[in-house]
Structures are given as C-alpha cells and as structure tokens.
C-alpha cells in the first residue's frame, strides 16, 4: 500500500511539474494575444480595455504589412519546393542506397543547423552580393533552403526509415522496377512526411529572420524584418496583432503535420494488413 501511495504521489508530482513547465512556456504566448487586443498604443498587459484596431491597421490603406506579408509567403513557397527536392533525394540516398561515406555526407547535410544564423547569413551576403542578387526573392528563398532542406532531410529520413521494406519488397517480386516501386508504394507512403516537412521547410522560411535581414533590400522587405524594423523605428501596436496571427498559424500547422501524420501511419497499416493476409502472389499464381 505504501509502494502504491508513493507511486500515485509520484505521478502527481510529475504531473504538477509538468503542466508548470509547459505553462511557463506558453505564457509568453498568451501574453501576446491578449495583448493583440489591447486599446493601449504601447501595447501595455495587461490591457485596461479591449479592440480589434490593431488588426484593422494592419490592412488598412498604406500600410506595409501585406506587401511583407505576400513577400514572405512567396519565398517561402519557393524555399519549400527547393527544400522538399533537395530533402527526397538526399533522404532517399542515405536511407536506400548504399551511399559510400554516408556519416560524413549526413553531416555534411545537417551541417547548417549547427553554424549559427548570423554566420550563414553573412557568408551568403557575401556570395550573393557580387552577382548584384542582394534583394531579390530568390536569392532570398535559396538562402533560407540553407536552413530549411536540413529541417525536411531529418523528417524524410525518419519516414523513410518508417516505411516497411517487406511492401518493396514485394512489388519487387512481382516485377516492378525501382521507379515504379517509388512512384506506386515509396513516395505514396511517404506522402505524410513529405507533407509534414513542406510545412516545417514553409515555417522556417516564413519566421527567418537573419538571412531575410542580409539579403533584403528597401522594397523586398520580409515579414520578420519589417516587425523588426517596426520595433526598432517606431511604436506601432500592430505587431502584436500580426504576432498573434502568426501564432494562431504555427498552430494550425502542428495540427495540420499530426493530422497528416495520423492519417498516413493508417494508411500503411492497412496495406500490411492486407499483404499478411494476402501474401506475395508467385508467377505461378500461389500466395506465399
């Protein structure tokens, strides 16, 4: 009985601890939506009243926010298609193939998420500086790729490795080539991590700061930047509220990948159920 009680304390020990930590975390968070909704222009908390006009600024006429907000969405769409073609093929290499120095390539590959920001941001000022590139959305999405394909390389890799061989396998009995077998039962399965690391690979390129801040220019200003430049330059209340829509889409997107994710572990389940009841057809017509 004693054993038992001090288990039960235990747990609720754990418990308390846990729900202190996670909201110690989230307090910052709060602290900015509620603050979105202050009437007090220097964005005081907590807020003595209540009012939407910190949003209704953000898109009224001449304000700056949609142009950064457009700008940011457009590199980061390009910065994902360039993070999912350089994730697939380097998951794809180092999970299903025999890659010689595959350790060294690996890290080579993660190498970025251990150089600081600030680092790489300037070695790509001065690369891009030269060819008069400096301000450009696509000098811009290439530079945030350095930061955003190792994200979806990681995520690739762990679906790949995910993925059972026994279904490759099979249709390789029955005769299908590697294409075929990547096209019909590979990226298929895949689909949830490919999908889960668009957004990863999509919200590092939107929230990039550092790299956005040395390859801009005055009329290619991203998001981060000008909340920065609005903090810095000027006391505009507006940026609690684009924080605050920024949070409520970081959100959605979480719950978008586990969705995602949820749905595509279902999905191969399923085939395996199948395969174990079915078996591996031979030539001659006999399940194995």
């Not at 998951?91 to 890659?99: F, N």
Request: glycine share 6%; proline share 5%; net charge neutral.
């Amino acid at each position: 009985m004693m054993q038992l009680r001090s288990t039960i304390a235990g747990r609720i020990a754990l418990t308390a601890i846990a729900t202190v930590i996670l909201l110690f975390l989230a307090l910052p968070i709060v602290v900015i939506l509620v603050t979105s909704f202050s009437n007090n222009a220097f964005a005081a908390f907590p807020p003595e009243a209540w009012t939407l006009n910190w949003y209704k600024a953000l898109f009224a006429d001449g304000s700056k926010w949609p142009a950064a907000l457009t700008l940011s969405a457009f590199v980061a769409c390009l910065s994902t298609v360039f993070s999912l073609i350089i994730g697939v093929t380097a998951a794809t290499a180092l999970v299903r193939s025999e890659l010689p120095l595959r350790s060294a390539v690996y890290a080579l590959v993660l190498g970025p998420l251990l150089i600081p920001q600030i680092v790489t941001a300037l070695g790509l000022f001065l690369l891009f500086e030269p060819a008069a590139m400096l301000g450009s959305p696509i000098a811009i999405a290439l530079g945030h790729t350095v930061l955003a394909s190792p994200i979806a390389v990681l995520i690739l890799i762990a679906t790949l490795r995910g993925i059972d061989e026994r279904l490759e396998d099979a249709a390789a009995s029955m005769g299908a080539g590697r294409l075929t077998i990547a096209r019909r039962i590979t990226f298929p399965l895949a689909a949830p991590g490919m999908i889960a690391a668009a957004i990863f690979s999509f919200i590092t390129s939107f929230d990039e700061f550092y790299i956005s801040q040395f390859l801009s220019s005055v009329d290619t200003v991203t998001l981060p930047v000008q909340v920065y430049n609005s903090l810095t330059f000027d006391i505009d209340p507006s940026v609690t509220a684009i924080s605050a829509i920024l949070i409520a889409f970081a959100v959605l997107a979480l719950g978008l990948v586990a969705l995602v994710r949820w749905l595509g572990s279902g999905r191969q389940n399923s085939l395996l159920s199948v395969e174990n009841t079915v078996g591996v057809a031979t030539p001659g017509g006999e399940a194995v």
